[in-house]
């Protein structure tokens, strides 16, 4: 599905990706949650661990992360907090792939995930063999991936990104004139080539949750809150994208709603976001950008399926069990960790140059 007027024609056939329904965790009472949270924690001083919790998790996990000393942030930031803590186990509540970088990051520690089938379909719509034989075919193309793959297709990358730090490193390697092949979310592929003008094939992944985003659905919801600001996650429609006015990772939207004067944002992304957005600005009002529409029954209900296997039950059965270590081939740790560190360094220079 060719988006650019460059795209070549030989993209490989990309099974679809099977999309659970999401999962419904039974109600807890305030007793039930207070010994799951209590069990949890003392698991973790058990095992010498610390939460790490993405922002599309359930508000009752990003809590209890931030209640026992570990972090909620973006997968960049979950990548670097666990690489910085003492902790001996990285209990990460998110999806695979952010197990998975934590262990490439830290061989040496355990890494714990409540739900091992927590998978992405952007992880999933690009398989590692078919992935490195269309690199192959482009030799003459830097390979840039998105986090939200597996390790295998991140040891075949030359540069690993997050959304937060896509656009300064494309913008970087394209004043160097190199031409850039992208994987796999084509709507932040094509976000990243409008916006900074680079050369890029973008592999035909996306995300499921936020391909749901309907663009006339929301100039609808626009008319009616006119005063509104409205917050995109790149990962959207080019259609929904160019409604928006801030467009930018978890952690750009959650800092809009703080820093923006309106009072009223309207928020197109996974809808855990608005745990932390809601302690960002408790005075602002928050509204769900529209997906399928009106009185649809939805997979499309901005809320990730895979993201949705974590909860305080999972946490405890999974840690209780042990059933969810993630264990990487060490060759492909080897390889993998190269532009993962690639990205962690480049995201220091641009911090150090915010600073000068
Ligand atoms: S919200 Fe989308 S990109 Fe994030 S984990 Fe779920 S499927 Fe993947």
Known sequence: MPLSDNQPDDFPEIQPVSVPD????????????????????????????????HYY????????????????????EMARFGTRHTAQTLVVAGVRFMGETAKILNPEKRVYMPDLAATCSLDEACPAEEFSRFCDLHPDHTVVVYANTSARVKARADWVVTSGIAAPLIEHLAAKGEKILWAPD???GRYLEMTTGADMLLWPGSCVVHEEFRSVALARV?????????????????????????????TALIKAVSTMENKKFI??????????????APDKILIEAPTV????????????????LNSLQSLTAGLENKTGEIRIDPLIRDQAVVPIRRMLQFAETLKKDDKD
């Open 22 to 53: 999401h999962p419904v965790w039974p109600e807890l009472t305030p007793e039930d949650k207070r010994r799951l949270e209590e069990t949890i924690r003392e698991m973790l001083e058990s095992l010498n661990g610390v939460l790490v919790a």
């Open 222 to 250: 626009t008319r009616l809150h006119p005063d509104a600001a409205i917050l995109v996650h790149p990962e959207s429609p080019e259609s929904v994208i160019s409604q928006a006015h801030v467009v930018g990772s978890t």
């Open 57 to 76: 998790t359930h508000p009752d996990v990003q809590a209890l992360a931030e209640k026992t000393g570990g972090c909620v942030a973006d997968s960049l």
């Open 293 to 308: 529409g009106e009185g649809a029954t939805c997979q499309a209900c901005a809320e990730c399926p895979w993201m949705g």
């Open 186 to 188: 084509r709507h932040l």
């Open 267 to 280: 928020v197109a992304t996974d809808k855990g976001i608005f745990y932390k957005m809601r302690q960002a």
